[in-house]
């Protein structure tokens, strides 16, 4: 149980192009969902939190209208990724979690590549 | 106060030995500490999670071992297979901070056969 589906699992794209990451739970009601981003050999960096229906609340540092989140659903968070440059290349991780609290679920992730 | 400092940064162990992996905190409102194994190109995948009422949790080879009074938690891989071989990252997280975890910087196991 408690599976979470990120798609797609690899995008390679031109630069100032937009890009869209779906992150599905398949078998639970995911209250909150985060977004995390990871750079080779490093841990992971929290970017957003969003809870089903609200705003999603972002880190520091991290552009609100560089990375938009959506949480329209209790099974559904999108990240886009607008105008997309190289520095944006990274692997984005999503990750969920029920009304319990904890564990937090994580997709496979997306590598993204900008060229 | 925030922070979890994992150590060592990488690891190698002979297959069949004993892994141990560290992490220390400082901020005494934690309540929940995971331990996320994570292959390349993958997400990370729960191990094996403690709560600060218990000093030790057994699933299987992989053991969580809790001290509260010293502010450490380690992970113990007994039986060390070359599947193990992967990054390990410790976390904690508080229930007022919506349940965010804060990471450890990880550690890289080898299992040498």
């Known amino acids: 149980g408690a599976v979470v589906s990120q798609h797609p699992s690899r995008v390679i794209c031109k630069s100032g192009t937009s890009v869209k990451i779906e992150c599905r739970s398949l078998?639970?009601?995911?209250?909150?969902m985060f977004w995390y981003r990871q750079f080779p050999k490093q841990s992971l960096m929290l970017m957003a939190t969003?809870?089903?229906?609200?705003?999603?609340?972002?880190e520091q540092g991290v552009e609100k209208d560089k990375f938009l989140i959506n949480h329209a659903s209790l099974t559904l968070s999108t990240l886009t990724v607008t105008s997309a440059h190289p520095e944006d290349s990274s692997f984005y991780i999503c990750?969920?979690?029920?009304?319990?609290?904890?564990?937090?679920?994580f997709g496979d992730g997306t590598r993204l590549s900008i060229l | 106060q925030q922070q979890v400092k994992q150590s060592p940064q990488s690891l190698i162990v002979q297959k069949g030995g004993i892994s141990i992996i560290n992490c220390a905190y400082e901020?005494?409102?934690?309540?929940?500490f995971p331990w996320y194994q994570q292959f390349p190109g993958k997400g990370p995948a729960l191990l094996i999670a403690?709560?600060?009422d218990v000093s030790e949790k057994k699933e299987g080879r992989f053991t969580i071992s809790f001290n509260k009074s010293a502010k450490q938690f380690s992970l113990h891989i007994m039986d060390s297979q070359p599947g193990d071989s992967a990054t390990y990252f410790c976390?904690?997280?508080?229930?007022?901070?919506?349940?965010?975890?804060?990471w450890g910087a990880g550690t890289k196991l080898i299992i040498k056969p």
């Open positions: 976390a904690a997280s508080t229930l007022d901070s919506n349940y965010q975890l804060i």
């Open positions: 403690i709560r600060p």
């Open positions: 990750s969920a979690r029920d009304r319990g609290g904890q564990p937090q679920h």
């Open positions: 078998d639970f009601q995911a209250t909150t």
């Open positions: 969003s809870n089903e229906g609200s705003k999603a609340t972002y």
């Open positions: 901020n005494t409102a934690f309540d929940y």
